[in-house]
Structures are given as structure tokens and as C-alpha cells.
């Protein structure tokens, strides 16, 4: 399916950048598309949401429209035209036209055919439909009838907006922002795996495929197979859709093409998904030596914008599809702050470098008891106090000589440089002296 998938792609190229737009074809494998939208396809675009009603240049509607901004060009009026791109939509609110209209006709032409003369894809007048009042800001239809003739001897389309400026240049973002997304094509398969878009890549026959559908009948969404149409969003996000042939199929070698969502249900694929993580599946070898912490952080880049990256080897015996969810929910961790690699090796070095204070110390401290008569010392937290004697417990309690050193007013002190049969402080709490020989 590799050569007829082939052609397919070649021959799809040119309906993937949307309604009414056109797409230069690709400079070669692996590099991104530049999309050309026209004045012509942005007037009959439905995705726009607002109406262009062409005035004058209608020679120039097939003018390409190659930037996603626009441009306000308030300082050209008055003869500065630097920063002025020509393959921008230039924008003419009322602020504009209200200068316009106070200067005099030969002012204008003056300055207006110096604007058009630029070769601009197209300008368009906002708010063009309101009534012209002397003591306001509001402009006519036409106010300036300048605009149309220079517009006309320049073949420069000259549109207009009935929605405010903010409106229309909001609408025309949006659109221009789908339209004109840089576009790339990858050969590899997108799966939404609990909410995470993976790109499986690898060579031919590694087995991406077969781990699509492995994380398909395990409940998961697959996206795209085999061909990956990509386009960038702004602020820098990745997006991965299929191409249109290939939508909702699955090839799988000796089962032959299949339709998951005829197979599994509308659940089980998805038309779209951010691609947040690339999975690279190699096959396993002995002779070369793979990440074991997780500490190293591996990107790829697809259309200037850098995705975490994983090496996983292939090998019999090896459940892939396992090995993918736990990589997701991993993604989805790290995505929250936990870094379980970091962690770990950061507990590890703690110990190494015994940064450990006694706080901390998984061992808790031996309990000592007081001299009877004198304060007893709290209990670390965290222990039981132990029970006095005679309360809470059938166990009976030990003669007070195991507490204290018993003690003979007869005779003198003994010497505490010898070692006492009594209980020392040092000793367990639970150690009961030795026994005393009698006779």
C-alpha cells in the first residue's frame, strides 16, 4: 500500500489547505508547504463569517494573499511607506477616511496613488455603510471617490466591510490563521492516547501500525495512518489530521486495509489532535545502549516547533501497546509537574551526600523512660505512648527495679564506672536486667 499511498498523497496535495485555497506543490520529502490563498477564494470562503462586497480591481482578485497579519496603514496615507508589505490585507477604518476627506482631491491622488502603487493583494474599507455625518467620525459609502479610481488603475481589489474594523480584522485572523498555516507531511501514525496525541515513526514494517490498532481495541482514538498531514498554530502548537483518502483506514499486513470506524465505532477515531509527544520506534539491538533514567530530554522538530521525543526498541515478547499507555500517562505527569526520573535520582543523591537531617530519618529514635518521680519525655510523634503499668493492658508490669536503680541507704554509692545490672538509658525500652544469683 506504500506506492499506491505514495501517489495518493501527490495527487491529494492540493485539497488539504482548505476551501478555496491553493498549495504550492512540496520542494521535496520531509519539507513544509506554503499555502496561497486568493482575493477571489478569501471573498468566497464560508469560514470567514463577515461579507466583502468588491468596489473597484477586479483585474486583481487572483492577487495571492501570503501573510496571516494584517496591516493598518494609517502612515502611508501621508507618503511613509516603509513596513508597508504588499502581501498583506491592508485595512482603511474610518480614522483613515476621515483624513482623507479633509484633504483636498489633488492631496489626494497624490497620496492615494502612491499607496495602491505598491501592488498590494488587496485593501478593504470597514464600516463603509454608514450613513457620512460632518460632526462625527462616521464615513459615507463613498467619501472619497479617489479611492476607487486609483483602486481601478492599479487593478488593486478594493473591498468592503459593514462590521467596525475590530470585527473584521478578527474575523479575517482567524481565517487567514487555517488558511495559511505552514503545512508538512510525515509519514507515521497519530494516536489520542488518553488525551495525548502520539506520533508513532519508524522505519517500514517496524510495527506502527499494528500498535495503532492495538491501542484502538484498548479504547484509544486513532487520528491519521501512514500519512500525516501537520500544520502549525500559533503560539507554537503542532496539529496532525489525515489525509483525505486515507481518513478513518488502517493498513495492517496480511489483514489488507481497514475501516476502523466501521470496525469500532465513531469512538474510536478522531479528526484531529495536537501532536504532543513523538514516539521513534527502532529495532532493538544489543550493541547499542538506550535511555534507562528517563533524566535526558530528546526533541523533535516538526515546522520549527520542538517535541519531546522517545526512543522505544522493538523486540519480540515486548507488549508495545502497554509500553505506549504508561509513556502517555508519563506525558501527562511530567505536563503536571512530576518528573518521577528527577525525583528518584534526587532522592538517591540526598542519601549519597547523607542530606538526610534526623527530621527526616526513616529511623525513628529508641524511647527512653524517666526515673520514677522525675518528667517523662514525650513520645516521638508518630508512636504510641507506652502503657503504664496496671492501665489498659492484661500484661502484668515489671518490678520497679527494672526502671530504677534500686538503692541501699547502708551502704555506699556503687561506682559508676562499672557497669550496673539495672536499666541504662541507653539500653531498649522493652530489656529487663538480669536476674540477680542469690546466696
Not at 153 to 160: K, N
Not at 401 to 429: C, H, K, N, W, Y
Request: hydrophobic share 35%; aromatic share 4%.
Amino acid at each position: 500500500m506504500s506506492g499506491a499511498r505514495s501517489s495518493r498523497q501527490e495527487g491529494d496535495a492540493g485539497g488539504a489547505g482548505g476551501a478555496g485555497g491553493q498549495r504550492t506543490p512540496p520542494a521535496g520529502g520531509g519539507r513544509a508547504d506554503r499555502p496561497v490563498l486568493t482575493v477571489r477564494s478569501l471573498m468566497a470562503d464560508e469560514g470567514l463569517g463577515i461579507e466583502l462586497s468588491l468596489i473597484a480591481g477586479a483585474a486583481g482578485l487572483d492577487r495571492p494573499i501570503m501573510n496571516t497579519r494584517i496591516q493598518k496603514s494609517g502612515l502611508a496615507l501621508v507618503g511613509h511607506f516603509h513596513g508597508i508589505v504588499p502581501t498583506r490585507v491592508q485595512i482603511l477604518g474610518q480614522t483613515e477616511l476621515s483624513f482623507l476627506h479633509k484633504l483636498s482631491r489633488e492631496d489626494r491622488l497624490l497620496s492615494l496613488r502612491g499607496f495602491f502603487e505598491l501592488g498590494l493583494c488587496c485593501v478593504i474599507l470597514t464600516q463603509g455603510d454608514q450613513p457620512f455625518e460632518t460632526n462625527s467620525s462616521g464615513i459615507g459609502f463613498f467619501p472619497v471617490p479617489e479611492l476607487a479610481q486609483c483602486a481601478e488603475e492599479s487593478g488593486t481589489p478594493l473591498l468592503i466591510s459593514a462590521v467596525r474594523s475590530s470585527v473584521t480584522i478578527t474575523a479575517l485572523h482567524a481565517l487567514l490563521d487555517d488558511r495559511l498555516a505552514p503545512r508538512i507531511r510525515l509519514h507515521g501514525v497519530l494516536v489520542d492516547v488518553f488525551g495525548v496525541g502520539l506520533l508513532l515513526m519508524g522505519s517500514s514494517a517496524i510495527g506502527k501500525s499494528e500498535c495503532a490498532l492495538d491501542l484502538v481495541m484498548r479504547g484509544h482514538r486513532l487520528v491519521a495512518d501512514d500519512a500525516v498531514e501537520c500544520d502549525y498554530r500559533p503560539p507554537g502548537m503542532v496539529f496532525g489530521s489525515p489525509a483525505e483518502l486515507l481518513r478513518y483506514h488502517l493498513e495492517v499486513r496480511g489483514l489488507g486495509i481497514l475501516n476502523v470506524k466501521d470496525l469500532f465505532g465513531v469512538t474510536s477515531i478522531r479528526e484531529r489532535k495536537r501532536i504532543d509527544v513523538v514516539v521513534k520506534l527502532v529495532e532493538w539491538s544489543k550493541d547499542t545502549e538506550y535511555d534507562r533514567l528517563g533524566l535526558d530530554e530528546r526533541y523533535h522538530t516538526i515546522l520549527g516547533v520542538k517535541i519531546r521525543e522517545l526512543v522505544i526498541p522493538v523486540r519480540p515478547g515486548r507488549d508495545m501497546a502497554s509500553i505506549l499507555e504508561v509513556a502517555a500517562r508519563n506525558e501527562l505527569l511530567k505536563n503536571a509537574g512530576f518528573h518521577a526520573a528527577r525525583e528518584f535520582f534526587g532522592n538517591v543523591e540526598g542519601e549519597l551526600l547523607g542530606e538526610r537531617t534526623p527530621e527526616e530519618s526513616s529511623v525513628p529514635p529508641p524511647v527512653r523512660f524517666a526515673e520514677e518521680g522525675g518528667p517523662r519525655s514525650a513520645a516521638p510523634p508518630g508512636l504510641p505512648r507506652p502503657p503504664r503499668p496496671g492501665h489498659g493492658t492484661d500484661v502484668p508490669s515489671p518490678p520497679s527495679s527494672a526502671f530504677r536503680q534500686p538503692i541501699d541507704r547502708g551502704r555506699p554509692a556503687p561506682d559508676r564506672d562499672r557497669p550496673s545490672s539495672g536499666f541504662v538509658a541507653t539500653e531498649s525500652s522493652v530489656s529487663l536486667p538480669r536476674p540477680r544469683r542469690r546466696g
